[in-house]
């Protein structure tokens, strides 16, 4: 188990092998030296080239051709109905979400809203209020101005009664 590649060597990072417990895991070896890469032959494409392409412009034979016939499927993007009704799904959730974000939107803008009526409202009964109890003051000052002129009406008709 020790002689295989240790592909994690972070800092930190813990490995367990059954002979020797937990330890701390050891920095990857070097890459293979390249005369190990020559023993593979010229024909077949790295990962790189694409599959079409061998080097020297020939193609491959090495590979059974329903491998290719894999990669061109894989390289079209399906269309069958169930992709095409979870790309509507998908665009159906983002339009939802658009729309929940726009209603949160709205909803703060009316709880906003709300907040202004009520102060408005508060505001005008206020006014209403200082406007009334003027109200009342001048009606009240009118009121005893009438009775002053009525009692000083009353008090000249009978100061003139007298003198005839």
Partial sequence: MSAEPQFLSFTGLKQYTPNQGWNEPKPMAPPAPPTLVKSV??????????????????????FDPLIHELFDQLRVSPTDELT???????????????????????????SHLHQDLAELRAN??????????????QLSSARLRAEVSALAQSKLAAKLHDKL
Avoid at 88 to 100: P, Y
Avoid at 124 to 137: C, F, G, N, P, T
């Fill in 41 to 62: 032959p010229d024909n077949v494409p790295t990962l790189t080239e694409p599959l079409d392409a061998a080097p020297g412009g020939a193609k491959s034979n090495v």
């Fill in 84 to 110: 095409q009704t979870w790309r509507t799904i998908a665009a159906e959730v983002n339009l939802l979400s658009q729309r929940m974000a726009l209603q949160r939107e709205l909803q703060e803008r009316l």
């Fill in 124 to 137: 005008i009964m206020s006014h209403l209020q200082e406007v009334q109890q003027a109200a009342d003051q």
